[in-house]
């Protein structure tokens, strides 16, 4: 058996949720992949498609790749393929504490993208996050005795405490989105694992284990204090704002801003609370001030009229009169790199649909 046939049937032999959705035309072996090993991925070429086949490696955002290695149908080690994923000190962006960067591996045949992209995502270890007042130079934390809060939180900071970058591989899956099925309509999200790695894969996790079923927005904030659209939040499975998972997440600093559609974890005081709770904002102007406070994950690609619709629910203080439903979340296959609607931007309806 020659290195592409045993490539195959290793990436035959484990599907997954998170590596081998339906349309996946390129797909990982397996989640996990330690430095300085084979990355074994299943290359599937369309019937019919013409032209060389190719996978390149994309940043975020970019329009050009920066790295493509031609490939053939069957079996293929990423690692072979691009050395440079075993080097970080040669990819991670320059300045200290400087990490490896997460690439979009695209399968391309001829001159079209096929099938969604193979994140790959650098396994680091992420350092520490913390509440800390520098007016009083004080961390957050309550008292075991007299259970006080050492400092007005409200006044906090999330600072971080870095630790030295350990690349330890890969984790390598193939990209989807997150369709909201509520009882207004749907609303879909894409992630953005180069921003929050651990958090996108947490709420994967969850939506792939059924969590989000018929689950209630408990919370809707459609005017912050300063009268500007704030959030619509759900995630707790007893519909009191209180519930989650049973286990919590720690912080990310995320780099997206929060804006109309943008989706974030909702946490307790400690920032290092996140669970199963979610808000998607309503306007950059009502909650600019969350910046670098939340950990911001996605982005709605469609269904801004539902998220209107639900920050237009009827409220008993922030409480829905008649909370709107999260029948279940799904996942879809994500579209080729750079070829998807980019994030919602908050129209100007005047008038919001509502009902059930």
């Known amino acids: ?63 050009q790749p920066r790295f493509a290695a031609p490939v053939a149908a069957g079996g293929a080690d990423l690692a072979s393929l691009f050395p440079n994923l075993w080097k970080p000190e040669a990819e991670a962006p320059a300045g200290p504490g400087a990490r490896p960067r997460l690439y979009y591996a695209q399968l391309e ?3 079209v993208r096929v099938g969604p992209p193979v994140v790959l995502q650098p ?7 913390m509440l800390y007042s520098f007016d009083v130079q004080k961390p957050y934390f309550v008292d075991p005795k007299t259970q006080q809060p050492s400092i007005d939180a409200r006044q906090a900071q999330v600072i971080h405490t870095p630790d030295s970058p350990i ?16 009882s207004l309509g749907e609303i ?18 969850l939506v792939a284990g059924g969590f989000y079923e018929g689950i209630e927005f408990h919370r809707v904030v459609a005017k912050s204090p300063a009268g500007q659209p704030f959030v619509i939040q759900v995630g707790d499975p007893t519909g009191t704002g209180s519930g989650g998972p049973g286990y919590s997440v720690d912080f990310e600093f995320s780099s997206v801003p929060h804006d109309f559609g943008v989706l974030s974890m909702a946490r307790d005081t400690d920032p ?23 950990v911001s994950f996605g982005e709605a690609v469609r269904g801004a009229e539902v998220i209107l619709a639900i920050g ?7 409480r829905p009169v008649e909370p709107p439903v999260l029948r279940q979340v799904r996942l879809v296959p994500a579209p080729p790199f750079g070829m998807g609607p980019g994030p919602l931007k908050r129209p100007e309806i005047k008038d919001v649909p509502t009902g059930r």
Request: contains cysteine; aromatic residues 10%; proline residues 7%.
């Open 272 to 294: 290092n609370t996140n669970g199963s709770q979610v808000f998607v904002c309503l306007s950059r102007e009502g909650t600019q001030r969350l910046d670098g406070k939340y």
């Open 167 to 182: 690349y330890s591989g890969l984790c390598a899956y193939v990209e989807q989105h997150a369709v909201f099925e509520t």
């Open 109 to 111: 045949v001829g001159e």
């Open 312 to 318: 237009a629910t009827p409220v008993n203080g922030d």
């Open 188 to 205: 879909e999200f894409r992630f953005r694992p180069e921003a929050t790695p651990n958090t996108v894969r947490n709420f994967v996790q």
């Open 1 to 63: 058996m020659n290195k592409s046939m045993w490539l195959a049937a290793l990436v035959g032999t484990w599907v997954g949720v998170w590596t081998a959705p339906a349309q996946a035309q390129l797909t990982p072996s397996k989640l996990y992949f330690g430095v300085g090993r084979p990355i074994a991925v299943l290359v599937q070429v369309p019937e019919g498609a013409s032209g060389d086949a190719r996978i390149a490696l994309y940043e975020p955002g970019a329009e």
């Open 123 to 129: 396994m680091v270890n992420p350092g520490s996050f």
